[in-house]
């Protein structure tokens, strides 16, 4: 297990409440040895005018996801921050209804920095798209 403090699900709603998170409708749905996962609704809150998930949708998810990650396995969290220095994503593909789902894993983690990748799929399991975040730690 890569994470150094308890993390649950129900932690990580808590966390994210009464945020944009709360408000596009992000949801934590799994937390694994060495993964976490959430999603978001394909919806009225974050599709474009053309009924697509929006490009910003995906990155906040993969953004929200990486840098989540990226605190718990911080050796010294209460002296310890991080924060994104780099986003870089790819959209593979479309998502038009029901739920897009991000699992991040880790690429790297250095006392310094670290990289995460994160990979959206829609609800078949097709992908929707790719992000690497890189962190830093303060």
């Not at 009464?18 to 949801?27: A, Q, S």
């Not at 739920?99 to 670290?114: D, F, H, L, N, S």
């Amino acid at each position: 297990m890569i994470w150094k403090a308890e993390i649950t699900v129900e932690g990580l709603q808590r966390f994210v409440a009464g945020t944009m998170l709360e408000t596009i409708g992000l949801e934590f749905v799994a937390i694994n040895t060495d993964s976490i996962s959430a999603r978001i609704p394909v919806d009225h809150r974050t599709v474009q005018p053309y009924g697509i998930l929006h490009g910003g949708a995906s990155a906040t998810l993969a953004e929200t996801l990486g840098s989540i990650a990226a605190q718990f396995v911080l050796d010294k969290p209460r002296e310890q921050k991080v924060v994104g220095i780099e986003l870089n994503i790819s959209h593979l593909g479309q998502a038009t209804s029901g739920w897009v789902i991000g699992t991040v894993t880790a690429i790297r983690i250095g006392r310094r920095a670290q990289v995460w990748d994160i990979r959206n799929v829609d609800d078949q399991g097709k992908l929707v798209s790719i992000a690497r975040l890189t962190t830093m730690v303060v």
